[in-house]
């Protein structure tokens, strides 16, 4: 263990060729399939994986906690893309269209042209098999709102495949 604000970069290394791969992955599912957003999501865990180094922390690190923090990095992606995305909802509506990543069919396409509250919902559920209350939990939401949000979700992925069936 290094002392508190050094890193053991031999150790770190090791740690980052390890989780690298499957923290990325994750990430790239839970983004639907958006690669530069992973990549920017990959690049933000292991920058917090430095800091606990800094801190003292280094004991602490192993994928099992990198994929904690991956995961808390997606949710806080959500939350605010959620929140532009209210705050922008008028502009959005006036200049309605299909976005490219709606259009190439596949699992991460539709998800990906969900409202990100129901993605990120969506995804911790059934992805991640998180029980209805830990998603909850994650998202700040009650279950019952939780509840809904799944509902919600699950219905616009039908009426996306059923739509991209026929085209």
């Given at each position: 263990?290094?002392?508190?604000?050094?890193?053991d970069?031999d150790?770190f290394?090791?740690?980052?060729?390890?989780?690298v791969?499957?923290?990325y992955?994750?990430?790239?599912?839970?983004c639907?399939g958006?690669?530069?957003?992973?990549?920017d999501?990959?690049q933000?865990t292991f920058?917090?994986a430095i800091?606990?180094?800094?801190?003292?922390?280094?004991?602490?690190?192993?994928?099992?906690w990198?994929?904690?923090?991956?995961?808390?990095?997606?949710?806080?992606h959500?939350?605010?893309?959620g929140?532009e995305?209210?705050?922008?909802?008028a502009?959005?509506t006036?200049r309605?269209?299909p976005?490219?990543?709606?259009t190439?069919?596949?699992?991460?396409?539709l998800?990906a042209g969900l409202?990100p509250?129901?993605?990120?919902?969506l995804?911790?559920r059934?992805?991640?098999?998180?029980?209805?209350?830990?998603?909850?939990?994650?998202l700040?939401?009650?279950?019952h709102?939780?509840?809904?949000?799944?509902?919600r979700?699950?219905?616009?992925?039908?009426?996306?495949?059923?739509?991209?069936?026929?085209d």
């Open positions: 263990m290094a002392a508190v604000g050094e890193v970069l150790g290394l090791r740690l980052y060729d390890q989780a791969g499957p923290v992955g994750y990430l790239v599912r839970g639907g958006r690669r530069a957003l992973a990549e999501l990959t933000e920058l917090a800091a606990a180094a800094r801190r003292g922390r280094d004991d602490q690190l192993t994928l099992p990198l994929m904690v923090v991956a995961r808390n990095k997606l949710v806080d959500y939350r605010r893309s929140r995305a209210r705050s922008q909802s502009a959005a006036a309605a269209g976005r490219a990543d709606e190439t069919g596949g699992a991460s396409a998800l409202p509250a129901q993605r990120v919902a995804f911790l059934y992805v991640d098999d998180l029980p209805v209350a830990e998603v909850a939990r994650t700040g939401r009650s279950v709102a939780t509840e809904s949000l799944l509902a979700g699950r219905a616009a992925l039908r009426r996306s495949d059923r739509g991209s069936e026929h």
